[in-house]
């Protein structure tokens, strides 16, 4: 079993920034992968970026690519997000969410474990 749980969110101002955190427990990782998922309301759950836990490579959607940051500190077991020049569209609940796979996709059904998700509000 994994444990993940995200903390950061809130509400802030156009062109702000924020940065969440998705702290894992459950077992030891190693190759595994870690994404953000973000879900505005009456939409879909659209994959944010992931990151590989070993060697910290990235993938970013091009809806965020620029502005947003994923990175990740083995240490403490956790994962963040750097949201910069937020805007209004990028109001949404955002989870994070493991895949015990090397590779990093964007289909949320690839991804076996979820957080609880925490709300990001953007006002113009």
């Known amino acids: 079993q994994v444990q993940l749980v995200e903390s950061g969110g809130g509400l802030v101002q156009a062109g702000g920034s924020l940065r969440l955190s998705c702290t894992a427990s459950?077992?030891?990782?190693?190759?595994?992968?870690m994404a953000w998922f973000r879900q505005a309301p009456g939409k879909e759950r659209d994959f944010v970026g992931g990151?590989?836990?070993?060697?910290?490579?990235?993938v970013h959607a091009d809806s965020v690519k620029g502005r947003f940051t994923i990175s990740r500190d083995p240490a403490k077991n956790t994962m963040y997000l750097q949201m910069n020049s937020l805007k209004p569209e990028d109001t949404a609940v955002y989870y994070c969410?493991?895949?015990?796979?090397?590779?990093?996709?964007?289909?949320?059904?690839?991804?076996?474990?979820w957080g609880q998700g925490t709300q990001v509000t953007v006002s113009s």
């Open positions: 990151i590989r836990w070993s060697g910290g490579s990235t």
């Open positions: 969410a493991y895949r015990d796979a090397y590779y990093i996709v964007s289909n949320q059904n690839a991804y076996s474990y």
């Open positions: 459950g077992r030891a990782f190693s190759s595994e992968i």
